[in-house]
């Protein structure tokens, strides 16, 4: 099986987490997207829309866009399943990973984005701290009932979240998460567990 990702971006990471999950070795072949190899013509072939992941499999199948990569992943993969078999635990799983992609990455990666890029402009760092709070209050409460997002058990949820709380810690914003004590708890269990130490280079 082959991962043609970047070892720093969220969407591999989510990738490579539940890879590691399932104990499950591939081959990362690395596109420099500093180098704008995700729209070259032979990485555009892969993936129509020009970033990255993508996986292909032994037997040749391609498919992109991570949470599509991580579920697909899940389902045909050996090993502890990501995705409860309890209906209401999976419609909470799905839930919080379209809270997710519908309102916190975007809010995130808002600020990521200004820091990394050092742009800083300091009124679109404001509207995603704003923006990342309404999710954040909403796991925590969540958080305050159980381990993880979709119940006590480790799911998809938690892994399509981690890349961006990563991200958010790493750029100095700790402060937005820190008051989410529930939050900080999550985390500690979600970062410490070796998949995600595996997926970031840890
Ligand atoms: N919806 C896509 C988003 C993929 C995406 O935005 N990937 C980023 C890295 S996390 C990328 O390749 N960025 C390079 C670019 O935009 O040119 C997915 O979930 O796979």
Same mark, same amino acid.
Request: neutral net charge; hydrophobic residues 40%; proline residues 5%.
């Given at each position: 099986?082959?991962?043609?990702?970047?070892?720093? @971006?969220?969407?591999? #990471?989510?990738?490579?987490?539940?890879?590691?999950?399932?104990?499950?070795?591939?081959?990362?072949?690395?596109?420099? /997207?500093?180098?704008?190899?995700?729209? $070259? %013509?032979?990485?555009?072939?892969?993936?129509?829309?020009?970033?990255?992941?993508? /996986?292909?499999?032994?037997?040749?199948?391609?498919?992109?866009?991570?949470?599509?990569?991580?579920?697909?992943? &899940?389902?045909?993969?050996?090993?502890? $399943?990501? *995705?409860?078999?309890?209906?209401?635990?999976?419609?909470?799983?799905?839930?919080?990973? $379209?809270?997710? $992609?519908?309102?916190?990455?975007?809010?995130?990666?808002?600020?990521?984005?200004?820091?990394?890029?050092?742009?800083?402009?300091?009124?679109?760092?404001?509207?995603?701290?704003?923006?990342?709070?309404?999710?954040?209050?909403?796991?925590?409460?969540?958080?305050?009932?159980?381990?993880? /997002?979709?119940?006590? &058990?480790?799911? /998809?949820?938690?892994? *399509?979240?981690? %890349?961006?709380?990563?991200?958010?810690?790493?750029?100095?914003?700790?402060?937005?998460?820190?008051?989410?004590?529930?939050?900080?708890?999550?985390?500690? #269990?979600? @970062?410490? #567990?070796?998949?995600?130490?595996?997926?970031?280079? #840890?």
């Amino acid at each position: 099986m082959k991962v043609y990702g970047n070892p720093m @971006s969220t969407c591999s #990471r989510k990738v490579m987490t539940v890879l590691a999950e399932k104990n499950h070795e591939v081959e990362f072949i690395s596109i420099d /997207l500093t180098k704008g190899e995700q729209k $070259s %013509p032979a990485h555009l072939a892969r993936q129509p829309f020009g970033v990255v992941p993508v /996986l292909e499999t032994d037997d040749g199948f391609q498919m992109y866009e991570s949470r599509a990569i991580i579920r697909y992943l &899940d389902r045909t993969l050996p090993g502890t $399943s990501l *995705t409860p078999a309890d209906p209401q635990a999976y419609a909470r799983m799905e839930q919080f990973m $379209s809270v997710e $992609s519908s309102y916190f990455s975007p809010a995130a990666m808002k600020v990521v984005m200004e820091r990394f890029r050092g742009t800083n402009d300091e009124a679109n760092i404001a509207k995603g701290r704003e923006g990342m709070k309404k999710p954040l209050e909403v796991i925590n409460a969540a958080l305050a009932k159980q381990a993880f /997002l979709a119940g006590n &058990d480790f799911t /998809l949820a938690d892994v *399509t979240w981690a %890349p961006y709380v990563d991200y958010v810690f790493a750029v100095g914003e700790q402060a937005v998460i820190g008051e989410y004590k529930n939050v900080m708890a999550w985390w500690e #269990r979600v @970062s410490s #567990r070796p998949s995600f130490k595996k997926a970031t280079g #840890r």
